[in-house]
């Protein structure tokens, strides 16, 4: 069972600690600034900081990205609880389908119901951000999840 955990959003004078979780996990940092980026800060119930997680919306779409579990929680479910946590955040927002890139995370999502797709079948507001257009890889997997 996944442990529960307490979701803070993150100011951006704190993104020096997502910054160095994200360089440490091998993911991509240039766009943690950009404008409409959320990032929030995961704990465990009893204040065991567990990783981060972003999200931005684009109308009803929203992109899944910075997801990164602290190494002594993997393998735990932390990570799944995260996402599962960005997803209703997305809901929040209105979105309906959630995108994401990975390079090495795609067993990770497909057992969470996301389905790897075209990058042609991505919509061109998800296309058009720093992690699509620059920053990931072009072998890495588009991926996307209709959220009900």
Do not use: N
Not at 34 to 43: C, E
Not at 51 to 69: M, P, Q, Y
Request: aromatic residues 8%.
């Amino acid at each position: 069972m996944p442990p529960s955990l307490i979701a803070l959003p993150l100011a951006v004078w704190e993104r020096d600690g997502l910054k160095a979780a994200l360089t440490g996990a091998g993911l991509a940092v240039d766009d943690i600034l950009a404008p409409g980026s959320q990032f929030w800060r995961f704990a465990t119930d009893d204040d065991v900081p567990a990783g981060f997680g972003g999200i931005e919306a684009h109308g009803t779409d929203a992109l899944l990205r910075s997801v990164v579990t602290f190494p002594p929680l993997r393998g735990r479910g932390v990570g799944a609880a995260i996402v599962k946590a960005l997803e209703a955040e997305a809901i929040v927002m209105k979105c309906s389908t959630v995108w994401l890139l990975t390079t090495t995370a795609r067993e990770f999502f497909e057992q969470r119901d996301y389905a790897v797709v075209d990058r042609s079948e991505v919509p061109a507001a998800i296309r058009a951000t720093a992690q699509f257009s620059a920053l990931c890889p072009d072998s890495a997997s588009a991926m996307v999840k209709r959220l009900g």
